[in-house]
């Protein structure tokens, strides 16, 4: 008995100790409750009024500009206003003063150029609501709203003026249930100039489709603000404003003149000749500063959705027989083909607005001679006094590869093998240069990996280069004039700006600075120097070997005019699959030799002419390019002697009045197994990267 009686105890003391507890915590949430309340009381209590019975209305960010090294404008923002109506205040608003419908309605009309039927008929259908996009979308302008206010102005005033006079008979009518958003649209002054490096906006400017609007979009858009309001605990209806915060100003090394020149030349150059597709792009070789980016397909940014007024109704029929998708699809001919219609439309106008400077991927051809050269001469491989014979062709494992030269090119040096563009005397040279010392340089120079330039969709080419390992006989081979391995133009232009720059790779880059709305400067985008990847001493003598390419040379068709110098290659790549006659012919160089200002790199995809390996139309394209450069550079005649001199008693002129094929070879291949691009690199190709 005694034992039940203390267990009942024990029970009630851990009864009163568990209520105890619960009691405690209760005062201490309750507390806690009290602080919060106490502090920020005032902040919850607008919140949960805004929520219960308050509106809010968003305050839009005005985007920021972007714009050239000149200042001028390449992309700006205009404030617009989307027309709000409030029919359920407007229906109230009737019924206590009658006519006060008819009058707003006269007045929009007026001021909107809008039937005043429609309006009318808008106010009477959704009596209901109070908040109705009027046409869905009607946007007005800035000067539209401001008639509006005139007018709504006015009418306030005669109406007090007629009422001040006319006690019996006072006008009671009112202008009410109309309001705007405040919005801006993004213009594009220049409207198809650089476009495929601005890009563009989604309609509200919320989101960048492409180019510096797509990459700098946080910083261009800026942050919205908002205006709410609420009713305190008077019964007074207050409001509280977060003020938006502008987009920034992105400047750019972007030079919107040379971009007007060069749309112009290839305007012209595709009227006189043609070709598939044309993309120029010039550089600061100094410092990695991209200057302009040009091509055939350039597309109005202030109409992006007319791309397919590009292109034929039997076209649009067929997308897939265009140039565009065959090229961004080769080698998978099926994917494309079992694509719908739209789809294929979709893919079309991706490949339009697709930069190929930056996402297109392609052979370089005897462009990349000089870069071999470089490797050899920076390793002390290969000597300036060296000789390498020619007798027409060499043979590499079962393959026989021709020189393209019809004459015999005989014992050149390396300065000759460039300047005559010799695929013999180039693969004699990567038989000493080596794999691992071949790869090691693709490396220095950055192939087969991105430039790290401020602008979407650079292509990863990766996959696109042989590493050492996968270096054998007949892959040096071809290699070592360009052909078994892809770049992007803007890869090549960086790489061969430091054979000219003094040995110094920059990373490619568009924006200089970011400034705010008062011109305050926010960032600083200097230069970035990679690495260094050849001496001043390569340096100098590749300036002179590839000035030798457009005097005595392959490239002496654009050779410049007295007093001017100009160092550069030519190049042509016969695209795959091989035999089909089909080539991608270029020339890169720097003007002028002794001082670089600009690089221009120019690229014709197919051109219209009875033999495509030829570089006579990418040398035809670059001459009247630089004809108008010359000047708007500042580039004049050296009217002293030349400082830049080089005895070129020794050197022979190239044979011919053209490089035949830019430096292409001709290859035997008995078993057609010659494998110029591994099968993986070609599946990993994707529409955007072509």
């Known amino acids: 008995m005694i034992k039940k009686k203390r267990n009942k105890i024990h029970t009630f003391e851990r009864l009163a100790i568990l209520l105890l507890v619960i009691g405690l915590s209760l005062i201490i949430c309750l507390g806690r409750a009290c602080n919060l309340v106490y502090k920020n009381g005032s902040e919850y209590y607008h919140k949960a009024l805004s929520q219960a019975t308050g509106s809010g209305t968003v305050i839009a960010a005005r985007p920021g500009n972007i714009v050239d090294a000149n200042g001028t404008l390449l992309a700006s923002s205009k404030k617009v206003y989307r027309l709000i109506l409030d029919p359920k205040v407007m229906a109230e608003t009737e019924e206590t003063y009658p006519g006060s419908t008819d009058k707003t309605v006269s007045l929009m009309s007026e001021a909107f150029g809008i039937e005043a039927t429609?309006?009318?008929?808008?106010?009477?259908?959704?009596?209901?609501?109070?908040?109705?996009?009027?046409?869905?979308?009607?946007?007005?302008?800035?000067?539209?709203?401001?008639?509006?206010?005139?007018?709504?102005?006015?009418?306030?005033?005669?109406?007090?003026?007629?009422?001040?006079?006319?006690?019996?008979?006072?006008?009671?009518?009112?202008?009410?249930?109309?309001?705007?958003?405040?919005?801006?649209?993004?213009?594009?002054?220049?409207d198809n100039v650089l476009s495929k490096v601005i890009g563009y906006t989604t309609e509200d400017t919320s989101q960048g489709i492409l180019g510096l609007e797509l990459y700098y979009n946080d910083t261009l858009h800026g942050t919205d603000g908002r205006e709410y309001s609420y009713v305190d605990e008077n019964g007074v209806i207050k409001s509280e404003v977060t003020a938006a915060a502008d987009g920034l100003n992105v400047e750019t090394s972007l030079d919107a003149n040379v971009a007007e020149m060069l749309q112009d030349t290839i305007a012209d150059f595709m009227e006189n000749v043609g070709a598939k597709r044309v993309n120029i792009l010039v550089t600061d070789p100094n410092d990695g500063r991209v200057i302009a980016m040009a091509s055939d397909t350039d597309f109005s940014l202030n109409e992006?959705?007319?791309?397919?007024?590009?292109?034929?109704?039997?076209?649009?029929?067929?997308?897939?027989?265009?140039?565009?998708?065959?090229?961004?699809?080769?080698?998978?001919?099926?994917?494309?083909?079992?694509?719908?219609?739209?789809?294929?439309?979709?893919?079309?106008?991706?490949?339009?607005?697709?930069?190929?400077?930056?996402?297109?991927?392609?052979?370089?051809?005897?462009?990349?001679?000089?870069l071999t050269l470089a490797a050899g001469i920076e390793e002390k491989i290969i000597g300036t006094d060296d000789r390498f014979y020619c007798d027409g062709s060499i043979l590499v494992d079962k393959y026989t590869i021709h020189c393209h030269q019809e004459d015999?090119?005989?014992?050149?040096?390396?300065?000759?093998?460039?300047?005559?563009?010799?695929?013999?005397?180039?693969?004699?040279?990567?038989?000493?240069?080596?794999?691992?010392?071949?790869?090691?340089?693709?490396?220095?120079?950055?192939?087969?990996?991105?430039?790290?330039?401020?602008?979407?969709?650079?292509?990863?080419?990766a996959s696109l280069i042989y590493k050492s390992d996968g270096l054998h006989a007949i892959e040096m081979a071809t290699n070592s004039?360009?052909?078994?391995?892809?770049?992007?133009?803007?890869?090549?232009?960086?790489?061969?700006?430091?054979?000219?720059?003094?040995?110094?790779?920059?990373?490619?880059?568009?924006?200089?600075?970011?400034?705010?709305?008062?011109?305050?400067?926010?960032?600083?985008?200097?230069?970035?120097?990679?690495?260094?990847?050849?001496?001043?001493?390569?340096?100098?003598?590749?300036?002179?070997?590839?000035?030798?390419?457009?005097?005595?040379?392959?490239?002496?068709?654009i050779a410049p005019k007295e007093g001017y110098t100009l160092a550069g290659k030519t190049g042509a790549?016969?695209?795959?699959?091989?035999?089909?006659?089909?080539?991608?012919?270029?020339?890169?160089?720097?003007?002028?030799?002794?001082?670089?200002?600009?690089?221009?790199?120019?690229?014709?995809?197919?051109?219209?002419?009875?033999?495509?390996?030829?570089?006579?139309?990418?040398?035809?394209?670059?001459?009247?390019?630089?004809?108008?450069?010359?000047?708007?550079?500042?580039?004049?005649?050296?009217?002293?002697?030349?400082?830049?001199?080089?005895?070129?008693?020794?050197?022979?002129?190239?044979?011919?009045?053209?490089?035949?094929?830019?430096?292409?070879?001709?290859?035997?291949?008995?078993?057609?197994?010659?494998?110029?691009?591994?099968?993986?690199?070609?599946?990993?190709?994707s529409p955007s990267e072509e």
């Not at 010799?422 to 693709?442: L, T």
């Not at 087969?448 to 602008?455: C, H, V, Y």
Request: charged share 25%.
């Open 304 to 370: 992006p959705s007319r791309i397919a007024d590009m292109f034929t109704e039997e076209e649009l029929q067929d997308p897939a027989s265009t140039f565009l998708l065959q090229e961004a699809f080769r080698g998978r001919m099926d994917q494309l083909e079992s694509m719908s219609v739209e789809k294929q439309r979709e893919a079309l106008i991706q490949q339009v607005q697709s930069n190929y400077a930056v996402s297109g991927t392609f052979e370089p051809g005897s462009t990349g001679k000089s």
């Open 408 to 461: 015999l090119c005989g014992d050149l040096n390396p300065m000759e093998a460039l300047g005559r563009s010799c695929n013999v005397a180039f693969v004699r040279m990567n038989e000493r240069i080596g794999p691992d010392i071949f790869s090691k340089y693709q490396e220095i120079f950055n192939l087969g990996q991105k430039t790290g330039i401020d602008l979407p969709g650079e292509a990863n080419t």
């Open 573 to 685: 790549a016969e695209k795959l699959p091989r035999g089909t006659g089909k080539y991608i012919v270029s020339f890169i160089g720097v003007v002028p030799v002794e001082a670089p200002k600009f690089l221009i790199y120019v690229a014709v995809d197919e051109p219209d002419v009875e033999d495509q390996s030829s570089s006579v139309p990418a040398q035809q394209l670059v001459h009247d390019c630089l004809d108008k450069l010359y000047s708007y550079f500042n580039i004049y005649p050296e009217t002293e002697d030349d400082a830049y001199s080089y005895d070129w008693s020794k050197l022979r002129d190239s044979s011919g009045d053209s490089d035949s094929a830019g430096g292409e070879s001709f290859i035997d291949d008995p078993d057609g197994s010659v494998n110029w691009i591994e099968d993986t690199a070609s599946e990993n190709e």
């Open 118 to 190: 429609e309006l009318a008929g808008c106010f009477r259908d959704n009596s209901k609501l109070s908040y109705v996009r009027f046409g869905g979308n009607t946007i007005l302008s800035e000067e539209q709203v401001e008639t509006w206010n005139t007018l709504v102005q006015n009418f306030q005033d005669e109406k007090t003026q007629w009422n001040k006079t006319h006690n019996e008979d006072k006008i009671r009518t009112r202008v009410a249930g109309v309001w705007f958003e405040e919005e801006y649209r993004r213009e594009y002054p220049l």
């Open 481 to 557: 004039f360009g052909q078994g391995y892809n770049v992007t133009m803007l890869q090549l232009a960086a790489a061969y700006a430091s054979l000219v720059n003094g040995g110094y790779y920059y990373e490619p880059h568009v924006v200089t600075r970011i400034t705010d709305s008062a011109g305050n400067v926010v960032s600083e985008h200097d230069p970035v120097l990679v690495r260094r990847t050849i001496s001043e001493e390569t340096s100098e003598y590749m300036k002179e070997a590839l000035r030798y390419v457009t005097t005595k040379g392959t490239a002496c068709l």
